[in-house]
């Protein structure tokens, strides 16, 4: 069992093509900023899940998804979180993967989430809708380009305060 979780920016997200093999036995994920749970899954491979939240937020399959693209470039600092039902934080539930979900979705009552969530959050007024007209570009490579930019303008900042 472990206890062990990812966080990863959604702009570093991106720039990975292929699952880590020691993430494929995450199967829970989440989406957030620094103040907001959006939506929160399970999948047997989370990380190939919240592509396809990605992906198909292109063609309206995911509001999460959309969500992301109608706030880019901003949505590039949301954080991604996978997580295992097996880990220890979900051992009294008895580490079941549906009852991790819903316990993940009790806590934090995501904005996106309307099954199992009394009172889901609402958007901060500081995004756009997931209806809104989108804002980036629809070529996930150019996308993926920008965040790569990102993350380099990020990294060398990180490295010349290392310097100081």
């Given at each position: 069992?472990?206890d062990?979780k990812i966080s990863i920016?959604l702009?570093r997200?991106?720039l990975i093509?292929e699952c880590p093999?020691?993430?494929?036995?995450?199967?829970l994920?989440?989406f957030?900023?620094?103040?907001?749970?959006?939506?929160v899954g399970?999948?047997?491979?989370?990380?190939?899940r919240?592509w396809?939240?990605?992906?198909?937020g292109?063609?309206g399959h995911s509001i999460?998804?959309?969500?992301?693209?109608?706030?880019?470039?901003?949505s590039?600092?949301?954080t991604?979180?996978?997580?295992?039902?097996?880990?220890?934080q979900f051992?009294?539930?008895?580490?079941?993967?549906n009852?991790?979900?819903?316990?993940l979705i009790?806590q934090?009552s995501?904005?996106f989430?309307v099954s199992?969530?009394?009172?889901?959050t609402?958007?901060?007024?500081?995004?756009?809708?997931p209806?809104a007209?989108?804002r980036?570009s629809?070529?996930?490579?150019k996308?993926?380009h920008?965040?790569?930019?990102?993350?380099k303008a990020e990294?060398h900042?990180l490295?010349?305060?290392g310097?100081?």
């Open positions: 069992m472990t062990q920016s702009k997200f991106l093509e093999a020691d993430w494929k036995t995450f199967d994920y989440l957030r900023d620094e103040y907001v749970i959006f939506y399970q999948s047997q491979l989370a990380f190939a919240v396809e939240h990605l992906l198909g292109f063609h999460m998804g959309r969500f992301v693209w109608c706030n880019w470039p901003r590039m600092r949301f991604i979180e996978l997580m295992s039902s097996k880990s220890g051992d009294a539930i008895g580490n079941d993967l009852a991790a979900e819903r316990s009790e934090w995501p904005c989430n199992l969530n009394v009172q889901p609402p958007v901060p007024p500081s995004y756009l809708p209806n007209k989108f980036c629809r070529s996930l490579n996308l993926i920008e965040a790569e930019r990102a993350v990294d900042q490295w010349l305060r310097m100081g």
